[in-house]
């Protein structure tokens, strides 16, 4: 069974810095790695995906990373900003329908 | 398009009420699921649908029915509520299996005395 873990649970920077959020799963034969943003009392909004045939995606300032043979992932957030403030997801892809999350990162930008 | 959308927003259960959570979404998708989601649990997947009349559990069924009668709905049922089922609740769609993106609800915050 896929699990998920994120560390750290939390997460506290000054606005301006560079940032990367870990995620590591246990499945090498994971099928995508998605991260998630979720905003207080909302749902989920996809930030990226990566398929298991490539190495990285980029959308602005966030760039995902993605190592099947360490099990692991990052996001990358650069030059972080007060509206980054929110709560980040990943999720594992194993097979075909399910996606395992883990129990996401609390990113606090501080002005 | 609304994409996802969730009724209610909020609601409040005694134990053994039996209720019905709404989902709906616009956009012609095949593959819908839902989500609960709980403090230090993260999300976990209740029950799935490839396509209009097939569904299937998810990891975590028990005290949930779910249907498919149309592309669009996929209504969440709680046959007889415990507060053990007290979570958020998230409903989601993506076009295809093959399309790995999805599209999450608002969320419905469900409490169960």
């Known amino acids: 069974k896929q699990e998920v873990t994120q560390i750290p649970a939390a997460l506290s920077v000054p606005e301006g810095e560079n940032l990367v959020l870990n995620c590591s799963f246990t499945?090498?034969?994971?099928?995508?790695l998605q991260w998630f943003r979720q905003d207080p009392g909302k749902g989920l909004t996809s930030l990226l995906l990566i398929q298991s045939s490539q190495r990285e995606q980029t959308s602005g300032r966030l760039n995902a990373s993605l190592d099947k043979s360490s099990g692991r992932s990052t996001l990358y957030i650069a030059a972080s900003q007060p509206g980054d403030s929110a709560t980040y997801l990943c999720a594992g892809g194993a097979g075909s329908y399910q996606l395992t999350f883990g129990k996401g990162t609390k990113l606090s930008v501080i002005p | 398009n609304a994409g996802v959308t969730q009724t209610p927003k909020f609601q409040v259960l005694k134990t053994g009420q039996s209720m019905t959570l709404q989902c709906a979404q616009d956009?012609?998708?095949?593959?819908m699921s839902w989500y609960r989601q709980d403090p230090g649990m993260g999300l976990r997947l209740i029950h799935y649908s490839v396509g209009a009349g097939i569904t299937d559990q998810g990891e975590v069924p028990n005290g949930y029915n779910v249907s498919r009668s149309t592309t669009e709905d996929f209504p969440l049922r709680l046959l007889s509520a415990a507060p053990s089922q007290t979570s958020v609740y998230f409903c989601?769609?993506?076009?295809?299996?093959?399309?790995?993106?999805?599209?999450f609800g608002p969320g419905t915050r469900l409490t169960v005395l």
């Open positions: 989601a769609s993506r076009p295809s299996l093959a399309a790995d993106t999805q599209y």
């Open positions: 956009m012609n998708h095949e593959y």
């Open positions: 499945d090498s034969a994971i099928y995508n």
